[in-house]
């Protein structure tokens, strides 16, 4: 049985590695389309929502969701214990996640983020 759940996890790290590269070409291509840099951002806001919900069924995660987040503007902070989390927040709000500078030089997952409109800080 572990070597399955192993297979299983390799298998669905492949499969993550794979989407988020397809939607991320899918998505430099559609920002030749648009001129203002802020078309783009949330253009690519609305991307990362899709890839993070597809990620969710592809991982086989089940999140359960206690209330609502709110209407009106305002500032969601969360001190996360995992480079998963994020993804968990992110699935269900639109936002612009600010994240440490190091993130952008990592490959794939950082030129995501800037495509996406993550805003990144030297702490």
């Given at each position: ?17 794979l ?30 929502r ?51 500078k190091?993130?952008e ?5 950082g ?13």
């Open positions: 049985m572990k070597i399955f759940s192993t297979f299983l996890a390799i298998i669905r790290l492949l499969l993550f590695a989407i988020t590269l397809i939607v991320y070409s899918f998505l430099l291509v559609t920002n030749l389309f648009y001129k203002k840099k802020t078309l783009r951002i949330e253009r690519g806001i609305i991307y990362r899709f890839i993070i919900r597809i990620l969710h069924y592809v991982l086989g995660t089940k999140i359960i969701v206690y209330g609502n987040e709110p209407k009106v503007s305002g500032l969601i902070v969360s001190n996360h214990r995992s480079y998963f989390d994020p993804l968990v927040i992110l699935k269900n709000v639109l936002a612009y996640p600010i994240a440490k190091e993130v030089s990592w490959p794939l997952i030129n995501v983020c800037k495509t996406t409109g993550v805003i990144f800080v030297n702490r």
